[in-house]
């Protein structure tokens, strides 16, 4: 069945530094691929998606290139904020509707 | 006005009760989902209902039954609660063909059994 692998966290990092989370999926079929971001205490909001390979999904700095040769799409920021610290998730939806989430990755940056 | 609503926020109650937690989607959507995140974050679907129908229902134990009044609303009943139980429930919609199936979360009911 479908599958998201995401790298494992936690991942601590400086103000203005460069960010990257892993993600890697298995799929059959044509999947649409998601970064949603979960803020303390708060629900799952959707950060950027991408549905056909070679799309560039883009929001608030962050960026993610469907890769369908190496079935990635890792979220990329190149100045992470204070106000970025959440939990990062890579979601997967396959051709039957069915959504898959990677275990998240809990970011944490440091002034 | 709120996408997706869930309520209560939080809930507390004791093993061996019942209770129910309520979802209500304005987005028109026409299916609706039940998450459980874990103390891990771990996101776990439990079920999703389109057009009144269960069409995915994974590995939950029966004391969990999605109701679906209308196809705005997915409550969440739960029988006989277990301290397994605890954690955070969030209700999802989305709709077919649009977006390409993009999920729009409630802000998650947190629930503690003692």
């Known amino acids: 069945g479908n599958s998201v692998t995401q790298m494992e966290g936690p991942v601590t990092l400086s103000e203005e530094a460069f960010l990257t989370i892993n993600c890697t999926y298995t799929a059959t079929g044509y999947p649409s691929l998601f970064w949603y971001v979960q803020y303390p205490g708060e629900g799952l909001q959707l950060l950027l998606k991408?549905?056909?390979?070679?799309d560039k999904g883009s929001n608030k700095g962050f960026e993610a290139t469907y890769r369908k040769e190496t079935t990635s799409f890792h979220l990329e920021k190149g100045s992470v904020q204070v106000s970025d610290s959440a939990v990062y998730f890579c979601?997967?939806?396959?051709?039957?509707?069915?959504?898959?989430f990677g275990a998240g990755t809990r970011l944490t940056v440091k002034p | 006005d709120t996408a997706v609503s869930q309520t209560p926020k939080y809930l507390v109650t004791q093993m061996g009760n019942d209770k129910s937690i309520k979802c209500e989607q304005n987005?028109?959507?026409?299916?609706m989902y039940w998450y459980k995140q874990d103390s891990k974050k771990f996101l776990k679907i439990m079920f999703s209902y389109n057009n009144k129908e269960l069409i995915i229902n994974e590995t939950v134990p029966n004391r969990f039954s999605p109701k679906s009044p209308d196809k705005a609303h997915l409550n969440l009943h739960i029988n006989s609660l277990e301290l397994g139980d605890s954690a955070v429930y969030f209700c999802a919609s989305s709709q077919v063909g649009e977006s390409r199936g993009t999920q729009y979360f409630g802000p998650g009911t947190r629930l503690l059994v003692l």
């Open positions: 987005l028109g959507h026409d299916t």
């Open positions: 991408a549905t056909k390979a070679d």
């Open positions: 979601a997967l939806r396959g051709n039957n509707n069915d959504m898959r």
